[in-house]
């Protein structure tokens, strides 16, 4: 085999293999990135049912809390 040859074969080799350092590298960047949006992604859930709109129960308390009501605005 000619020596062109063999340097061409080392010098792609090389190439590919630096190539595939990158790749492996922009892989785990992105399942850090994964994993942090995730985290945020659970924190909006939590952010959203902690402000959900109050529960049809208010009604009733608010019913049994007339009276008051009646008697501070006649005050």
């Known amino acids: 085999m000619p020596a062109a040859a063999v340097v061409t074969l080392v010098i792609a080799a090389l190439i590919i293999a630096a190539a595939a350092l990158g790749l492996i ?3 785990l960047h992105l399942r850090a990135v994964t994993g942090t949006l995730d985290g945020v992604i659970a924190g909006v859930g939590v ?8 529960p049809d ?5 608010n019913a049994s809390l007339k009276p008051v009501r009646d008697f501070c605005e006649s005050i």
């Open 47 to 54: 952010v959203a049912e902690r402000t959900a709109p109050v």
């Open 57 to 61: 129960g208010l009604a009733s308390v």
């Open 25 to 27: 590298r922009v892989i």
